[in-house]
């Protein structure tokens, strides 16, 4: 496993064995296939897809429908994020299991912190056959 924080400052200054201490705040907002939806990356590991990330929803923003490949977990910070199972408000955690299909939305906008152990496959649309990176 080679995991990184794209754009942490030192970072090629570090051994394989050393913490990686992250000043979120200093990382760039990265734009996403989705439009509003923007994300902050803060582990990442290319070869196996495991990822960890700040993602923030504009109001009113739908993810197209999307297959979770893995066990999918997010947590709330922010406002809240809607599907046709439920609704997860700020303070709230919700996690998928592999195979789990929907579409997502925030009606009024979200900050949420999710952790994939693969990328999530989208279904339908512009997005169909991408994954989320």
């Known amino acids: 496993m080679v995991a ?3 754009g942490l400052a030192g970072e090629d200054k570090l051994g394989p064995k050393d913490s990686r201490y992250v000043d979120v705040p200093s990382l760039p907002w990265k734009p996403t296939p989705t439009k ?3 994300m902050k990356i803060l582990l990442l590991d290319e070869e196996t897809g495991l990822m960890t990330a700040l993602f923030r929803w504009q109001p009113g923003t739908e993810l197209p ?3 979770h490949v893995e066990i999918e977990q ?3 910070l922010e406002g809240s994020i809607v599907d046709a199972e439920g609704e997860a408000l700020s303070g709230n955690y919700v996690w998928r299991p592999a195979g789990n299909q ?4 925030s009606p009024n906008g979200a900050l949420v912190i999710s952790m994939f152990l ?16």
Request: neutral net charge.
């Open 4 to 6: 990184i924080t794209p």
């Open 36 to 38: 509003g939806i923007d």
């Open 65 to 67: 429908r999307h297959e």
């Open 74 to 76: 997010t947590y709330v």
């Open 102 to 105: 929907h579409v997502a939305r």
């Open 118 to 133: 693969r990328p999530n496959k989208f279904l339908d649309g512009d997005l169909a056959g991408q994954e989320l990176k």
